[in-house]
């Protein structure tokens, strides 16, 4: 059987090294807030090239934190794609209403037209996710945001590694959010997540929400939860980082095979900007034959999972949001995508012959 993601392939092949980070972090005796999570920040913050790292305790805690820090009302809205299903979860968490928007046919992202059919004054802060590992392009976000004074955040869960010209994803909003679930690009045997952002105060304020809100041990400045990255899943994110670059090139060189072996028009986005470079999270082809597609690779040995079978205004949790209501709200490409979308198996450490086993039967069905 071929897997669609394979988290055990990402952890055994550093198996020495993982071992040797747990004897590290069990001699120290020190369990959270530590050196090993001080040395991922810095070193996290050196690979992008941003001034503020903070470790927290998941991807959607990194979203809740950083809407907090920018000080969200629980009457305010924060304008999130419609086929960006995790995230919701991190921002109606902090209390503010996630406020959909539709995406674009050929890149499934927001852009400043789909945002700026949901604007309202009551919009606060903008989330781009880079679903997929695909970088959306950030100027003409960041020129509307600056107009309408809001904020961006940048959802990187899926993203390590994405670049736009020669900057990654994450340094081009005001704040933005990774997920080190243990199937991403840069991952754990667990949770974690982590915010990075340029500004000190947005970081020192989520630095005090991840602990009760203290400034300095047992002095609160405001109610906080709180969300720490654990020292054992810092040393092993310190081991993957030193292989990322590695791991990296591994899904370019897979990514860049299925995109070659594929039509276009079973491809997100049809084409590759030049400036552009995939993360390669995920591979997701699209097809009018979805179902049959997946059910002939089953019967092949060959999983897939759909990322995300339903769009957000589809969801029960998500019918009634402040004085909206998604049942009569429709978003026709997120809605019309989430029937096409297939994610093909895509790892470090697939093989050749998989991936080609895997074309094979793609290229008879999709
Ligand atoms: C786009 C996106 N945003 C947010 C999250 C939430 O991250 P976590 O699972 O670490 O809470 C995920 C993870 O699934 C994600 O893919």
């Known amino acids: 059987m071929i897997p669609t993601l394979n988290p055990k392939e990402l952890f055994s092949k550093y198996r020495p090294e993982i071992i040797e980070a747990f004897e590290k ?42 809407l ?6 629980s009457d305010e809205d924060v304008i999130i794609p419609a086929n960006a299903y995790p995230t ?10 996630p406020r959909f928007c539709d995406v674009e046919e050929d890149n499934l992202a927001i852009s400043v037209k789909t945002i700026e059919s949901v604007l309202t004054t009551k919009t606060r802060a903008i989330v781009v996710v880079h679903l997929y590992g695909m970088p959306v392009l950030m100027d003409e976000i960041i020129n509307l945001a600056r107009r309408l004074n809001i904020y961006v955040i940048e959802d990187c869960a899926q993203a390590v590694g994405a670049k736009i010209g020669n900057r990654y994803v994450g340094t081009f909003g005001d704040i933005a959010c990774f997920s080190f679930y243990p199937t991403k690009n840069l991952s754990t045997m667990g949770d974690g997540g982590a915010v990075v952002t340029n500004d000190i105060k947005i970081a020192e304020r989520v630095r005090r929400l991840r602990m009760y809100g203290e400034d300095v041990r047992y002095h609160s400045l405001e109610p906080s939860t709180h969300s720490r990255l654990e020292e054992i899943q810092a040393a092993i994110l310190r081991v993957k980082l030193q292989n990322l670059n590695d791991e990296l090139k591994q899904r370019q060189v897979m990514g860049l095979k299925y995109r070659a072996s594929l039509k276009p028009d079973n491809l997100i986005p049809e084409s590759l ?4 470079t995939h993360g390669y999270h995920l ?6 034959n979805r179902d049959r597609l997946k059910q002939k690779l089953e019967a092949e040995g060959i999983m897939s999972l759909i990322h995300y079978p339903q769009p957000l205004n589809f969801q029960p949790a998500f019918q009634r949001i402040g004085n909206v209501t998604y049942t009569t709200r429709h978003f026709p490409v997120s ?8 994610s093909l198996p895509f790892y470090p450490g697939l093989t050749v012959e998989s991936q080609d086993k895997i074309l094979e039967t793609v290229k008879l069905w999709i």
């Open 25 to 66: 972090v069990i001699d120290s005796g020190v369990y959270l807030m530590g050196e090993e999570l001080e040395g991922f920040e810095k070193e996290f913050a050196d690979f992008l090239e941003i001034k503020n790292v903070v470790g927290v305790g998941s991807g959607t805690d990194a979203l809740t934190l950083s």
């Open 88 to 97: 919701a979860f991190g921002v109606a968490a902090s209390g503010a209403h």
């Open 283 to 288: 591979f997701v082809v699209r097809s009018e």
């Open 335 to 342: 809605e019309k995508a989430s029937e096409q979308i297939l």
């Open 273 to 276: 900007p030049k400036n552009l």
């Open 68 to 73: 907090r820090a920018i000080g969200v009302k």
